[in-house]
């Protein structure tokens, strides 16, 4: 029998395996076996990534977090919830070529007319040519309207009926509008634009 720190160590006669004494419940007692090496490997390689992680996120911030990263994903691929605002939504640019602005005019045609009317002065919809706006001024907000929609308006989305291109090109259409003077035009809605 040894000492071992504030317990006596001894060994079993049986298996001659250490056991501490004062570790004992219901006559089972602990023995003093050593952690795999597997074990003891992994727990140090968890404490190098958990340094260098705190690192590069925190200390030296080389690497955006999942966050910031998903984010600038779906304002670049046009997927933010309307209201929801991230700086690469800036990134993304309104059609000014006469085929892409033709196109997004037939689409509006077909598909928004119907509430927003044929100039934008809006029936059911919002007037889409003054300067206010419900869900931001820019044109990846309108993007991100067109493509989630606003259900609780009783606008949807159009993300299943048009493809990426046509929202695009029917979002650059609707920012041709702002600032024209159609007749009978709805009362103004939402913020003012800047």
């Avoid at 340094?51 to 779906?74: G, L, N």
């Avoid at 869900?135 to 009926?161: F, L, R």
Wanted: glycine share 8%.
């Amino acid at each position: 029998m040894e000492m071992n720190g504030h317990n006596t160590v001894e060994k079993d006669e049986l298996t001659g395996d250490i056991l501490l004494s004062g570790h004992e419940s219901d006559n089972i007692r602990e023995l003093d076996n050593n952690l795999p090496k597997w074990w003891v490997w992994l727990f140090i390689i968890t404490i190098i990534y958990a340094v260098v992680y705190i690192f590069v996120f925190d200390v030296i911030k080389v690497a955006p977090y999942q966050q910031e990263e998903w984010t600038k994903e779906m304002a670049a691929a046009g997927t933010l919830a309307p209201g929801q605002h991230a700086p690469a939504a800036a990134g993304l640019i309104a059609f000014t070529d006469k085929a892409n602005l033709d196109a997004g005019k037939e689409i509006w045609l077909k598909s928004c007319k119907i509430c927003h009317l044929e100039g934008g002065q809006g029936l059911v919809g919002p007037n889409l040519t003054d300067k206010f706006s419900l869900h931001g001024c820019g044109y990846a907000d309108v993007v991100n309207v067109i493509t989630i929609g606003v259900p609780e308006k009783g606008m949807i989305s159009w993300k299943t009926q048009l493809t990426d291109l046509q929202i695009k090109q029917v979002a650059s259409f609707v920012m041709t509008l702002m600032g024209t003077n159609p007749p009978n035009p709805k009362a103004p809605q939402g913020d003012p634009c800047k």
